[in-house]
């Protein structure tokens, strides 16, 4: 008996009228955990009521704790008939079983109803007590931190980071259940929710499991997703990376270092796998096998590209004996694992070696109904599949992990498409195990490394290039070869060289198919996937050009299935890295030369393409520093004692000197018009219009380019759907029509948030899907910052400066590379000046937030002046009576409403893992929540826009809420993972399932720091008000 | 290609001033468009005219949801679904609550009842103030005036608590709820030359010393209803025209004052008596409550009108009651001093207050 749970319940207050005899209700409360439930008394009516219930305490298994959530119903007491349901609360508490995060729930929680929405608010406060737990052979992971950030969380430094961590659990879905035909709709989303809550944590404390015994204490990227298959079951999974963090106030106190069992299989003698020649598994066979038992299993492996740009590697150059011990390490050191997988995105400096590029799978599959809930073999096995193939992606580009890895789904009907995709890389082998590399061999590492140019250089052997390449010397350092594009999944990293400004690109497809039913439908899906895929890349690459950009960061591919067509949206950050070669032009090429007037549109359009670019390179600011033709060709190719590399040598320095010519014919990109498509497709490519004046877009954590943000941030979801006339639908009419509806809505939020610019859209999010046959839902989150213009343009600094700067606010980290700091700052003293400059900035913004807190004493204000009146003339009035005790009794009440009355504390959101200019002080628990919303009134409710935006209003009020009861002030890293909308005009009906989580913080401004730097900041944020009502 | 579902949900509820400004002047989506498009905002900012629709349509789903709200502006303040800025709030409940002048002297005065509210079509014919709009202020006029009604406490005080708006829009309030629970008739062709503001004054001044709460704060309706003692005692005033003599000596005394000091100081000698006949009649008759609501009129067919025909300036007007009603403290043979100076002083500063063109 590990836990102690309890739960009392303070009160309500602006509660529904459930008796419209006396227009006021009768609530009461019932509180269940497990199997048990406790019950408040009634209170009479009153919409307010104040029950001030005992402490009810639950006595449960930290296994439950973990997995089930707290569940409080309110109720309208009802003498003759049944009660009434008003609504219910669900807790997570999963935040109070970890020792760091919050301590105590207390709060105000929106009482949410899936038919009504939001009725009023219930006051309740949760406390845990654990107790130490002796069994060895526990089933519960209490005390396994979670968090969404796909990066090292801010106070915490990452001791060890083991590796992929990932589970699934299925059920039967409610809504499909036989019983599901004599109960009511309400009656069958709470059963889905509770289910859905359920299997979530269960999913939790299984992976918390799997951590303890990598001896882990911590999953940092954590990503749960769940799958609506319909008749076929519920799927709720989730991947995520297991680390040893530490937190970072504490003095390096840490258990010490595991000795893991792996240390023979370290010593292992290494294979290295030889890499084949091309990479791509479009040779994979479609094999339909007939499942387990009686199920039909159809499965279909889709050819998957492998996207990296050009490049052809030199493995071993000066580092190389060096490089080949960090590659045989770290090899030894991920070979342990199953699949050498990271869902972080953005990592310690030195973390990140070298990337090889995005790669991706997917595969086709016939759903079945799920058996056996208890063994999820099926779909283990469909993503264990998936799961090998991107190891041996990334195998291919000599690279022995993949970072920014994520995993998704699309179904449609009893057809789903596994995706999944992540950035091959080499990664530095001190961060995945105990602290036992020689320390010399490391050092003399991280000296070879040259700053800010390491990532880039190809992680493959030149001579075995997975695909055919065009590489050059580095632009940096100028001793590794580089591709000259560079693809990836994760964020720009922090000490990356970049010129200019980044922006947000996306590729845009769709395809229609027919049809078709089952086997016949998956076997069209996976014939067409293979060109769509072909398709974003070649978008992909014309915008990235067009752009005169050379890399991508943050690359996600979605391919969404519906029922006559599939759609591609693939969103990545374009960046001109330094380190990589100009991008050459974009050039047309007609295929019927004879035609004067082809001829002459051709040119035409090869001249506004020219201008596009010319002035992308101006609005982004990209405008790198002229590299002589010696200096680039200087470093001689060293001797090799194979003449195959020595030809590649000499092939690859005939590169370099071509490309000088920048913009000349031979390297530009060409682009042959041979029939309409091929010019629709550059017309789309012109018809992107660049954001208006004062607006970045991007779909990265920050904007490269731009590191001055000032604390205003707007998050924001936006949802459209159109309808497609459903007559003669073409490619091109979908294309245009996609097309549209996502640049119409970029218009919109462009328009809608121009009262904060300068500012950026980070985080750009869209998703899409295809809810019914004529219609396409995109769905976007972003964020939206501020930042200081005049700042903006004093940021032409050297790398050294700026990558000294970036680093000094990871100080924490920095500490693990003294040597390279202090030869670095010493001799450019221009830093400590600009430090202070970007500190009298933060302090700057800092007076509209004192000034917005003025404000908000506005409506105190007209309170206490409404006050000082009244006794003003009372005191003129009747001298007399200020001694009686009625008086007294009405000041007493006149004094108590600007108490209750302090607002509601502010709650950010942002889908990034920090708040600018703010520091992160605690990290309180994941938020992970799941509601269904219904209406069989949608006319009434103001149709499905005034549904849906009302619902989601509803959600992030009701996340705001439990943040702020568990003690804080944000979420970061927010994602709303699904937004599943169905509807039904004719029926006047409509549904929602909306998914959401993030990490609830406490924050503090940068400028408080300074001035209350001891004071815990968690007191301001509590609606601590649980005083009276304003007299009603 | 239509657009079936169109959303933008900020975590921080974005309020535009502008568009906010023509859902309460009560147009509909597509005249706020081409409101918006006339602005010249398009040419400003680069966008099309559907980013307008669309905007303007989502902007206006918010005020909607805001509005239930907005009737109860505390509640606004304690609600979680929507996260604004205490500053935006603010502004939210006083622009919904302002009025337009042409719409609140049409209704001034009036029951707040269903039969006026039919009336609206007119008013928003004769007004140019649409239908919405009208409906809006109306039903703002009639939920303040219920929810204060029989409360006690102080008015102004009583509204700035449960609606939270600030001084100056609460004490217009005040007069509101004041006049339409009175019912003062302010609607005839000879008052049609008085501003809301005018009457607003002359409420205060009213609320301060004519009402139950001018004497006992504790009562309900305090400030809502006249008090009735004190309006009967107003018949003891009679005296001062029903008395020769009393009279003679009031204007000996005024005039003996005034002399050489008032431009029209003959007209006023010869007016005297008609003037405070007026005056004096006008207190005594408002026990009936009929009077009472055609105190306004009364006061402008007594007094402002014949002042204004022999061209009295202002500065007269005020020597004029200055001395018109000092002057009664001198008068030995009547008692009723601390009753004349509870009437005079408010009616004192009313008059003024109703004398201009």
């Known amino acids: 008996m590990p836990g102690k749970l309890k739960v009392k319940i303070v009160a309500g207050r602006h509660l529904p009228v459930m008796d419209r005899a006396s227009d006021l209700t009768d609530a009461f409360v019932e509180v269940k955990f497990g199997n048990t439930t406790f019950k408040t008394d009634v209170y009479l009516k009153s919409l307010n009521p104040q029950w001030n219930s005992e402490w009810f305490k639950f006595e449960v298994d930290d296994e439950d704790l973990q997995d089930e959530p707290l569940q409080i119903t309110v109720l309208d007491h009802d003498t003759y008939s049944a009660n009434d349901a008003i609504g219910k609360v669900y807790i997570d508490i999963d935040p109070l079983l970890y020792s760091e995060a919050a301590t105590v729930i207390s709060g105000w929680f929106p009482i949410y109803d899936t038919i009504h929405g939001i009725r009023g608010e219930i006051n309740v406060v949760v406390k845990v007590d654990l107790f130490n737990d002796l069994n060895r052979f526990r089933q519960s992971s209490c005390g396994v931190k979670f968090f969404c950030t796909t990066s090292i969380p801010k106070c915490y430094r990452a001791v060890i980071i083991h590796g992929f961590v990932e589970e699934l659990v299925v059920n039967e879905d409610p809504e499909y259940q036989w019983i599901d035909r004599i109960r009511t709709p309400r009656a069958s989303n709470e059963a889905r929710q509770r289910l859905i809550s359920l299997m979530s944590g269960e999913l939790q404390r299984k992976i918390g499991l799997k951590v303890l015994e990598m001896r882990g204490n911590a999953v940092v990227g954590y990503l749960q997703c769940f799958d609506l298959e319909g008749e076929s079951g519920l799927v709720v999974r989730a991947i995520g990376t297991a680390c040893t963090l530490d937190k970072l106030s504490s003095p390096a106190a840490f258990l010490p270092a595991c000795n893991s069992p792996s240390k023979e299989m370290k010593e292992s003698p290494l294979v290295h796998p030889p890499s084949h020649g091309c990479r791509s598994t479009h040779n994979s066979p479609i094999h339909t096998a007939t499942g387990s038992r009686l199920t039909q299993n159809f499965s279909v492996s889709v050819p998957t590209l492998i996207y990296t740009g050009m490049g052809s590697g030199s493995a071993g150059k000066e580092g190389g004996p060096f490089k080949a011990l960090l590659r045989q390490q770290t090899q030894s050191a991920l070979e342990q694992r199953e699949f050498p997988f990271f869902t972080l995105t953005a990592f310690p400096p030195g973390f990140l070696v070298h990337v090889g590029g995005v790669v991706s799978a997917r595969s086709v599959k016939l759903l079945d109904r799920i058996h056996n809930p208890d063994e999820p073999e099926t779909r283990d096995a469909w993503w264990a599949e998936i799961r090998q193939e991107i190891k041996s992606h990334a195998k291919a580009l000599g690279c022995h992990a993949v970072v920014g890895y994520s995993e998704s789904t699309s179904i449609c009907e009893e057809v789903c498409i596994l995706s999944a995709s992540g950035t091959a890389a080499v990664l530095n082998p001190r961060f995945l195990q105990d602290g036992t590399v020689e320390g010399c061999l490391e050092q003399r590492l991280e000296e070879n490394l040259p700053v800010g140019c390491g990532f880039c250089h190809i992680p493959y052997d030149e001579l075995n290039m997975p695909f055919p390449a065009h590489l050059t010397y580095c632009y940096n350092c100028r001793k590794q070869k580089v591709p000259d594009v560079l693809f990836t999944t994760v964020d720009l990293p922090t000490d990356a060289t970049v010129i200019g400004k980044g922006c947000l690109i996306q590729a845009r497809l769709c395809r229609l198919k027919k049809k078709a039913q089952a086997e016949a439908n998956a076997t069209a899906i996976s014939n067409l996937l293979p060109f769509m895929e072909y398709e974003v890349h070649t978008q992909l690459m014309n915008k990235l050009k067009l752009k005169g950009m050379n890399a991508l960061f943050g690359l996600r591919i979605q391919i969404t299935v519906g029922e006559n067509m599939l759609m591609g949206l693939a969103s990545a950050t374009g960046v001109y890295l330094a380190a990589l070669p100009t991008p050459g032009g974009i050039q047309i090429a007609g295929k019927t030369p004879n035609d004067g007037s082809y001829e002459q549109h051709i040119s035409h359009m090869q001249k506004k393409i020219n201008d596009t670019i010319a002035k992308n390179k101006e609005l982004y600011e990209i405008n790198p520093p002229e590299i002589s033709e010696e200096i680039i060709g200087s470093p001689i190719p060293e001797p090799r004692q194979r003449s195959r590399l020595l030809r590649s040598q000499s092939e690859s320095s005939d590169e370099v000197t071509e490309l000088d010519l920048s913009h000349g014919k031979k390297d530009a990109f060409v682009l042959e018009i041979d029939d309409t498509d091929a010019m629709e497709d550059v017309h789309s490519l012109l018809t992107d219009v660049p954001p208006p004046s004062g607006f970045y877009s991007c779909n990265t954590e920050i904007m490269p380019g731009i590191n001055n943000w000032t604390s205003e941030i707007q998050m924001f979801t936006s949802v459209r759907v159109i309808r497609l006339s459903s007559l003669n639908l073409t490619n091109q009419a979908l294309n245009k029509n996609f097309n549209d509806l996502c640049e119409n809505l970029l218009k919109s939020l462009y328009f809608k948030l121009r009262s904060m610019i300068p500012c950026c859209l980070c985080h750009v999010n869209f998703t899409v899907s295809l809810p019914e046959d004529e219609l396409i839902q995109v769905t976007v989150t972003a964020v939206a910052i501020t930042f200081d213009k005049n700042q903006a343009l004093q940021t032409t600094k050297t790398h050294v400066e700026k990558s000294l700067q970036r680093a000094s606010t990871d100080n924490e980290e920095l500490l693990q590379f003294p040597l390279e700091l202090c030869s670095d700052s010493l001799p450019s003293h221009p830093f400590p000046p600009a430090k202070e400059h970007l500190e009298s900035a933060s302090s700057n913004s800092g007076i509209p937030a004192a000034q917005r807190d003025r404000c908000s004493s506005w409506i105190e204000l007209i309170k206490l002046k409404a006050q000082t009146i009244r006794r003003g003339s009372i005191k003129t009035t009747v001298t007399v009576e200020k001694a009686s005790p009625m008086g007294e009794g009405n000041f007493r009440n006149r004094s108590a409403p600007p108490c209750a009355n302090s607002t509601v504390g502010v709650v950010k959101m942002t889908p990034l893992s920090f708040i600018p200019g703010a520091k992160i002080t605690k990290y309180l628990g994941i938020i992970n929540m799941f509601f269904i919303r219904e209406t069989t009134s949608l006319r009434e409710e103001g149709g499905v826009s005034g549904f849906l935006h009302a619902f989601i209003a509803e959600v992030f009020a009701m996340v705001r809420a439990h943040v702020a009861a568990l003690g804080g002030n944000a979420v970061v890293s927010y994602i709303m993972k699904q937004c599943v909308f169905m509807e039904n005009p004719n029926k006047n009906q409509a549904q929602c399932l909306i998914n959401v989580s993030g990490d609830a913080v406490v924050f503090v401004r940068e400028s408080e720091l300074e001035v209350v730097s001891t004071q815990q900041p968690t007191a301001n944020c509590q609606p601590s008000c649980t005083g009276g009502e304003v007299t009603t | ?357």
């Open chain 2, 1 to 357: 290609m239509t657009s079936e579902l169109d959303i933008f949900v900020g975590n921080t509820t974005l309020i535009d001033e502008d568009v906010y400004r023509l859902w309460l002047d009560g147009y509909s989506v597509s005249d706020a468009v081409s409101l918006r498009v006339r602005s010249g905002i398009l040419e400003q900012t680069g966008a099309t005219a559907a980013v307008l629709q669309s905007d303007t349509m989502d902007h206006y789903r918010t005020f909607h949801m805001l509005e239930r709200l907005l009737h109860a502006p505390p509640k606004l303040l304690h609600q979680l679904i929507f996260q604004i800025p205490p500053s935006r709030q603010a502004l939210l409940i006083e622009r919904y609550y302002a009025f337009d002048e042409a719409f609140v002297r049409e209704v001034l005065g009036k029951k707040l009842s269903k039969g006026t509210k039919k009336d609206l079509d007119d008013i928003s014919t004769k007004t140019g103030i649409t239908l919405k709009s009208c409906r809006r202020q109306f039903d703002n006029f009639k939920r303040v005036f219920k929810v204060v009604e029989e409360m006690r406490g102080s008015l102004v005080d009583n509204i700035q608590q449960h609606f939270l708006l600030s001084d100056r829009l609460a004490r217009d309030y005040a007069a509101i709820v004041f006049f339409a629970n009175n019912r003062f008739e302010t609607g005839k062709k000879k008052l049609q030359y008085l501003s809301f503001g005018d009457f607003a004054f002359c409420a205060e001044l009213m609320i301060q010393n004519w009402t139950l709460g001018a004497v006992d704060s504790q009562v309900a309706d305090m400030d809502v209803d006249l008090d009735k003692e004190f309006l009967q005692d107003l018949k003891e005033l009679k005296m001062l025209v029903a008395d020769k003599d009393l009279l003679d000596l009031h204007k000996s005394l005024v005039c003996t004052a005034l002399r050489g000091k008032l431009g029209v100081f003959s007209e006023m000698e010869a007016n005297f008596k008609n003037l405070s006949r007026g005056l004096v009649n006008v207190a005594a008759k408002l026990t009936h409550n009929k009077d009472v609501r055609d105190l306004f009129v009364d006061l402008v067919e007594k007094f402002v009108e014949p002042c204004r025909s022999d061209h009295w300036p202002l500065n007269d007007v005020r020597l004029f009651l200055n001395q018109y009603s000092a002057s009664v403290h001198s008068l030995d043979g009547f008692r009723h001093q601390a009753l004349w100076d509870r009437y005079m002083g408010t009616l004192r500063g009313c008059l003024l207050r109703l004398y201009h063109d």
